[in-house]
T-cell receptor
Framework: DAGVTQSPTHLIKTRGQQVTLRCSPI?????VSWYQQVLGQGPQFIFQYYEKEERGRGNFPDRFSARQFPNYSSELNVNALLLGDSALYLC???????????????FGEGSRLTVL | AQSVTQLGSHVSVSEGALVLLRCNYSSSVPPYLFWYVQYPNQGLQLLLK??????LVKGINGFEAEFKKSETSFHLTKPSAHMSDAAEYFCAVSLNSGYALNFGKGTSLLVTP
């Protein structure tokens, strides 16, 4: 079975540009989360979506937005890029339901964004 | 608010020696605790988790961790290190029942021959 897939794997942008990152969850998983991992740090929670609704939001500016589609895939958008947005962006999926979910996040390999 | 602190950003052990990676948590409610491993240029893989029940948790690749409420700790151990264990290890606590995680800064494990 396919795991969590993310695209693109690498991309380079300049300051002020906008970027869209994409994620496809494991088949049957209804919840998708996004994390930012700056070099040398642990991942930081950005968003969580379940059944197309935002379930949680981390401490990130409004330049960051996301959405989840009917097929449970998700996009993360970042506007007005700053140098500090350079990071590995990780997507994770879970079953999502409070009763059946074990709490384990299944991570993709990430999209590495470099802002020049 | 829930948070974790990983003691030691770098740990070096000899092949065959005990691995001990330290994690202390802060939580206002009974925590869900996790250890993840990250190999270079890859995503994170779950090693083990504690939710409720038995406080000694066994995971993949011979790792285990013990939840000690009195010490607010969840240290990761492995009796005998292999070269393939060299990676970045992250301790994490669940932020809320929605399973958003708060990760520590990570510990880089180096295994020497």
């Amino acid at each position: 079975d396919a795991g969590v897939t993310q695209s693109p794997t690498h991309l380079i942008k300049t300051r002020g540009q906008q970027v869209t990152l994409r994620c496809s969850p494991i088949s049957g998983h209804k919840s998708v989360s996004w994390y930012q991992q700056v070099l040398g740090q642990g991942p930081q929670f950005i968003f969580q979506y379940y059944e197309k609704e935002e379930r949680g939001r981390g401490n990130f500016p409004d330049r960051f937005s996301a959405r989840q589609f009917p097929n449970y895939s998700s996009e993360l958008n970042v506007n007005a890029l700053l140098l500090g947005d350079s990071a590995l962006y990780l997507c994770a999926s879970t079953l999502g339901g409070y009763r059946e979910d074990t709490g384990e996040l299944f991570f993709g390999e990430g999209s590495r964004l470099t802002v020049l | 608010a829930q948070s974790v602190t990983q003691l030691g950003s770098h740990v070096s052990v000899s092949e065959g020696a005990l691995v001990l990676l330290r994690c202390n948590y802060s939580s206002s409610v009974p925590p869900y605790l996790f250890w993840y491993v990250q190999y270079p240029n890859q995503g994170l893989q779950l090693l083990l988790k504690y939710t409720t029940g038995a406080t000694l948790v066994k995971g993949i690749n011979g790792f285990e961790a013990e939840f000690k409420k009195s010490e607010t700790s969840f240290h990761l151990t492995k009796p005998s290190a292999h070269m393939s264990d060299a990676a970045e290890y992250f301790c994490a606590v669940s932020l809320n029942s929605g399973y958003a995680l708060n990760f520590g800064k990570g510990t880089s494990l180096l295994v020497t021959p």
